[in-house]
Every structure is written in C-alpha cells, then in structure tokens.
C-alpha cells in the first residue's frame, strides 16, 4: 500500500505545477484568440496593420505579426500537455540556479 507523504516541498511543487498548467491555459486561450484575428488580418488584401507607425497592407510585414502570435498557443500547449515528472525536473533545476533560493 502506497502510503501519502505530506511535505511541505511535495505540497509547493504541487501548487508550482498547477501554476505552470494555469499559465498554459491561458498563453493557449489567448493566444490563439490574438492569432485568430491576426490570420484574419492576413488574410484580408484591405486589412492594414501599424508598422512602425505607418500604415501599411504589405503581406509579409502581416505574416511576421502572424507567425510571433502563433508562438503564445504553441509554448501554452506545450505547457499544458508536458508530463508531471518533466515539469518537476524543471523546478528543480530552477530552484538549483536561483541564487536567492534558501539551499
């Protein structure tokens, strides 16, 4: 039988994890909403995006704004299915480079 350690470490990775999770929810949702209307954008040859405070309708300026909103739905995804163990080898290795941390 598997008995439950309650720790207070096992208790904030915990929370930590659920915060990553959390965090990828929302890059995904959002994310995709800001890609939905850039595609939108770049998909219409009258649509006109602010480019260094010029008005421009130039595809490839509105494909760049595309593809940078594509990476927030892409790292949220990522971060929503990535393992439980991948995601606490990731703290622990934070918490091994932080020179703030209490050791």
């Known amino acids: 039988m598997v008995r439950k350690i309650k720790n ?3 208790s904030k990775l915990k929370r930590k994890r659920l ?3 959390f965090i990828g929810c929302w890059f995904l949702v959002l ?9 939108q954008l770049m998909l219409d040859p009258d649509g006109v ?5 010029v008005d421009t309708t130039d595809f490839d300026i509105k494909l760049n704004a ?4 594509l990476i927030f739905p892409v790292i949220g ?10 995601i606490n080898k990731l703290l622990l ?3 091994r480079m932080n020179p703030f941390s209490s050791r």
């Open 8 to 10: 207070k470490a096992f």
């Open 93 to 95: 290795l934070q918490a």
């Open 77 to 86: 995804f990522i971060f929503v299915i990535i393992p439980k163990r991948l």
């Open 31 to 39: 994310g995709g909403f800001m890609s939905y209307s850039f595609g």
């Open 19 to 21: 915060g990553y999770r």
């Open 66 to 69: 595309f593809l940078f909103t």
């Open 49 to 53: 995006l602010n480019y260094n405070g």
